[in-house]
């Protein structure tokens, strides 16, 4: 056989065998999908959008007043029952803001009894007298064993004489607890209710005016004593 002929003939019969091992077969086109492309881009919209909306929400946002404890009707808001409180800013609701603090030691009273926890709106306060006619205002100064511990502002207190009764003879007889006033109200405790040692504790009470005037003798002499009368259940 001619060398011509062999070569034709091996030639066909590698055809015919397919591809050599080794080789790779042609890969197929992928296939696009537009829908999954749209659907990852929508998502990067969603979470940019959504970073958005957070940080303007947190710029919308303003220091307002949060009391902190126990404020009565009509008395000052000290500035130890305040503390700062970020609340989201709403034009409906009239919010006391922190850098109006120094305003409310100087013009404004509760016009409500105030509790912990509150934040303080401007419907809250008054610039008027909010005591009634028949009640004023006394202050008082106890010594350690005149008050029981814990007292506080809003707390609806007894007060008694505890002096000593004198003879002709300006000698002192035997000690006397009358009652002064059955009633009265708690408007400021200076410096806590737990004072200790000798440091007398300033107090200001709301009481009925017919009883102001034995009240205030009695504590310019350093006999009243207060006992807390437990709130009606």
Same mark, same amino acid.
């Given at each position: 056989?001619?060398?011509?002929?062999?070569?034709? #003939? #091996?030639?066909?019969?590698?055809?015919?065998?397919?591809?050599?091992?080794?080789?790779?077969?042609?890969?197929?086109?992928?296939?696009?999908?537009?829908?999954?492309?749209?659907?990852?881009?929508?998502?990067?919209?969603?979470?940019?959008?959504?970073?958005?909306?957070?940080?303007?929400? #947190?710029?919308?946002?303003?220091?307002?007043?949060?009391?902190?404890?126990?404020?009565?009707?009509?008395?000052?808001?000290?500035?130890?029952?305040?503390?700062?409180? $970020?609340?989201?800013?709403?034009?409906?609701?009239?919010?006391?803001?922190?850098?109006?603090?120094?305003?409310?030691?100087?013009?404004?009273?509760?016009?409500?009894?105030?509790?912990?926890?509150?934040?303080?709106?401007?419907?809250?306060?008054?610039?008027?007298?909010?005591?009634?006619?028949? *009640?004023?205002?006394?202050?008082?100064?106890?010594?350690?064993?005149?008050?029981?511990?814990?007292?506080?502002?809003?707390?609806?207190?007894?007060?008694?004489?505890?002096?000593?009764?004198?003879?002709?003879?300006?000698?002192?007889?035997?000690?006397?607890?009358?009652?002064?006033? *059955?009633?009265?109200?708690?408007?400021?405790?200076?410096?806590?209710?737990?004072?200790?040692?000798?440091?007398?504790?300033?107090?200001?009470?709301?009481?009925?005016?017919?009883?102001?005037?034995? $009240?205030?003798?009695?504590?310019?002499?350093? *006999?009243?004593?207060?006992?807390?009368?437990?709130?009606?259940?």
């Amino acid at each position: 056989m001619r060398t011509q002929d062999r070569a034709s #003939a #091996a030639a066909k019969k590698s055809i015919a065998a397919g591809p050599v091992m080794g080789d790779r077969l042609p890969a197929p086109p992928r296939e696009r999908k537009p829908a999954l492309a749209a659907l990852a881009a929508l998502l990067v919209l969603a979470g940019a959008l959504g970073a958005t909306m957070l940080v303007m929400q #947190a710029g919308d946002r303003i220091e307002a007043i949060k009391i902190t404890e126990r404020v009565p009707m009509g008395g000052v808001i000290p500035e130890s029952a305040m503390t700062p409180v $970020l609340v989201a800013d709403d034009s409906s609701v009239n919010y006391v803001r922190w850098e109006q603090r120094g305003q409310l030691k100087e013009e404004l009273r509760a016009a409500t009894d105030l509790v912990g926890g509150t934040i303080l709106v401007g419907e809250m306060l008054t610039g008027e007298e909010t005591l009634p006619d028949d *009640e004023v205002i006394v202050g008082v100064s106890l010594q350690p064993g005149q008050f029981p511990a814990g007292l506080k502002a809003g707390d609806t207190v007894a007060a008694y004489w505890v002096g000593r009764e004198r003879n002709s003879g300006d000698e002192e007889t035997s000690t006397q607890q009358t009652v002064i006033t *059955e009633e009265a109200h708690v408007s400021v405790v200076h410096g806590g209710g737990d004072s200790i040692g000798n440091t007398s504790l300033p107090v200001t009470l709301r009481v009925a005016r017919a009883d102001a005037a034995a $009240l205030t003798r009695a504590a310019s002499a350093g *006999e009243v004593s207060l006992v807390i009368i437990p709130a009606a259940k």
